[in-house]
């Protein structure tokens, strides 16, 4: 399968459009001054040794102003543009296809599991672009559910290659479903359109009848014209909880298809569908709604689900993966599923609980680490997995695809022993932290309390026992002599995470 990528890493041009009655020439002068191309340079962390000073990088992508009186009553100098380009950005600067000048603008959000985010042109930067391009007339939100696979779209935005705005027409969408969106990890509803490939186009709009369905963000690298946007509508449903990103459901679960020899196992007819859950996470949000292990999910809000774990699902007009209608809900909202369990049906009716993280998560945020007594420690993330490259691969296979066994776990491990801890030949030892003096390690907070409650008992050595039972005793009376002197040697600043771990 063909990996997608988004739009300003693989840098592919994603643009549409239908029909306007507005003269071409005149749309030219509105959109020019509409869609902006964004500068920004953000921070380019190690992730598998993050006490390293990061690098930087610069990256350019496109976006748009929009208006949004529910959300951000009274603002004015509004633009969207996808979280990919702009996350843990240092400065983000815009100009557009009319003239040469850089505006600065400000991160207002950002919703990486959905890649987009939203930017502020600061009240004086706003009275200089409209001095010099005229008012804004934020370009009109519509409505993406309207869309159909057959449908021709349009869009505009900065591919690499020149200095004007860019076009692209005649796209057909080709598929509508639920996918995993590249830049977290995380499966939403995602438009596919047969469209130019170019770079630098990430966080173009999308338009069909002169209103924006979409925001441009991913790709195929390795294919002529698959190209995919985010739909508007997913954007309107999670611009709400932009600050309070904690209400967004993302259920994590085990499921497979009922395929004939599973439905005559377990006893269904012919005309019964559903999915299997094989596994949940232990106080996660399926756990926590009622659901177990080995439920049979037949239904969710009144819509049948078949042997493929579809639904048909009225707003799009098509078959969708069920977990469409939870993904269409944020936590406290009403929720009802049928089940069958141990071969009885049973109806679950609540509200949706919140979620917990991956063992193995993609992180947007600097990464959890601490020093101590000469050795690095890292919670493993899917960023350090891409740092590490070949080195990290049995990390990948064994944990990247696993689930956590109890409520916030995660991996840590062991990716560097400094020289001055005394060991020649350290391979054997960057491995994952399995137990500290008996305790299983939970997480890197975890690990790093229960090294500082043994120090305060007076404990003078640890034995950590790492993956393999190989065993790391750890000097607890000599370690902050020893971080004294690796900070200064290596001209390290933070010897554990700026401003404490992140859950």
Request: overall charge neutral; charged content about 25%.
């Amino acid at each position: 399968m063909k990996r997608a990528l988004p739009f300003s890493l693989s840098l592919i041009l994603l643009l549409v459009h239908a029909g306007s009655a507005i003269s071409a020439e005149r749309v030219e002068s509105v959109i020019e001054t509409q869609v902006v191309r964004i500068f920004c340079t953000r921070n380019a962390g190690y992730y598998h040794k993050p006490w390293k000073s990061p690098d930087f990088q610069t990256v350019r992508a496109s976006g748009f102003f929009f208006q949004d009186e529910k959300n951000f009553p009274g603002k004015r100098g509004l633009i969207l543009t996808n979280a990919h380009a702009v996350t843990m950005a240092q400065s983000i600067r815009i100009s557009n296809g009319r003239e040469k000048h850089r505006y600065d603008v400000k991160l207002l959000g950002v919703c990486n599991t959905a890649d987009f985010a939203v930017l502020e042109m600061e009240p004086e930067q706003l009275d200089a672009y409209e001095r010099r391009n005229g008012k804004i007339q934020p370009m009109e939100l519509g409505d993406s559910d309207i869309l159909r696979v057959g449908d021709k779209v349009l869009g505009w935005g900065y591919p690499l290659g020149g200095e004007r705005i860019s076009k692209s027409e005649q796209g057909e969408i080709s598929r509508i479903e639920v996918s995993q969106y590249v830049y977290s990890g995380d499966s939403w509803l995602v438009v596919q359109a047969s469209l130019q490939q170019n770079r630098g186009n990430s966080g173009g709009p999308v338009l069909k009848d002169g209103k924006v369905v979409g925001i441009a963000f991913q790709g195929v690298k390795a294919s002529d014209r698959i190209n995919y946007f985010i739909p508007i509508n997913l954007v309107r449903h999670l611009i709400q909880v932009l600050t309070k990103q904690d209400m967004i459901p993302q259920w994590r679960y085990l499921a497979q298809h009922m395929f004939p020899k599973l439905k005559e196992f377990y006893n269904l007819g012919p005309d019964q569908g559903g999915v299997l859950l094989d596994y949940i996470i232990p106080g996660g949000g399926p756990d926590r709604f009622g659901l177990k292990p080995r439920d049979i999910v037949m239904e969710i809000d009144g819509h049948p689900i078949d042997n493929f774990g579809e639904i048909f699902f009225t707003p799009l007009d098509q078959k969708i993966l069920f977990a469409e209608v939870l993904n269409r809900k944020l936590v406290g909202y009403p929720l009802t599923m049928k089940v069958i369990r141990e071969g009885k049906p049973i109806e679950l009716t609540g509200t949706v609980p919140p979620s917990l993280p991956k063992l193995v998560p993609k992180v947007f945020t600097p990464a959890n680490y601490f020093i101590f007594g000469g050795v690095g420690f890292v919670e493993l993330t899917l960023n350090c997995l891409d740092n590490l490259g070949k080195s990290g691969d049995k990390f990948r296979a064994k944990y990247a695809e696993e689930f956590p066994r109890r409520p916030y776990q995660k991996v840590v491990i062991i990716s560097e022993v400094f020289p001055e801890y005394g060991l020649v030949d350290t391979s054997a030892y960057l491995t994952r932290v399995e137990s500290a003096e008996g305790e299983e390690v939970l997480n890197i907070a975890h690990l790093y309390d229960t090294i500082e409650a043994l120090i305060k008992k007076g404990r003078k050595k640890a034995l950590l026992k790492l993956t393999s039972d190989i065993e790391l005793p750890l000097d607890l009376e000599q370690a902050a002599a020893l971080g004294d002197q690796i900070k200064t040697k290596y001209g390290i600043l933070y010897m554990k995470t700026p401003g404490g771990f992140r859950e």
